[in-house]
């Protein structure tokens, strides 16, 4: 059974920087994808960031530019690097992994079948 955990968040001030990591036991990421999202309080889960077993990468344009998904050479790792953060980006994170996504759908939760329980990210001005 594939299962996800999510960690590093925190506390960080207005242009901080936090790396986010999401350790995947029950199999290594050799197929599918792995994905970033959030939720703020009040409101939905939106997507962040996902990243393809090939190693293609895709972003929010809300966060392109700033923040970067990435992975260890076990494949058993997924970070997001998220640097000059901002008020509006806290939220609590959570990854997900899905292998049957197709590329038309990478950016939508319901795609993903794994979810990890989520970290707090809080940026203050």
């Known amino acids: 059974q594939v299962q996800l955990v999510e960690s590093g968040g925190g506390l960080v001030r207005t242009g901080g920087s936090l790396r986010l990591s999401c350790v995947i036991s029950?199999?290594?990421?050799?197929?599918?994808?792995v994905g970033w999202f959030r939720q703020a309080p009040g409101k939905e889960r939106e997507f962040v960031a996902t990243l393809k077993y090939s190693g293609h990468q895709y972003y929010a344009d809300s966060v392109k530019g700033r923040f970067a998904v990435s992975r260890d050479s076990a494949k058993t790792t997924v970070y997001l690097q998220m640097n000059d953060l901002k008020p509006e980006d806290t939220a609590v994170y959570y990854c997900?992994?899905?292998?049957?996504?197709?590329?038309?759908?990478?950016?939508?939760?319901?795609?993903?079948?794994?979810w990890g329980q989520g970290t707090q990210v809080t940026v203050s001005s």
């Open positions: 997900a992994a899905g292998t049957t996504i197709i590329m038309s759908t990478m950016t939508k939760a319901s795609a993903y079948n794994t």
């Open positions: 029950g199999r290594t990421f050799s197929s599918g994808y």
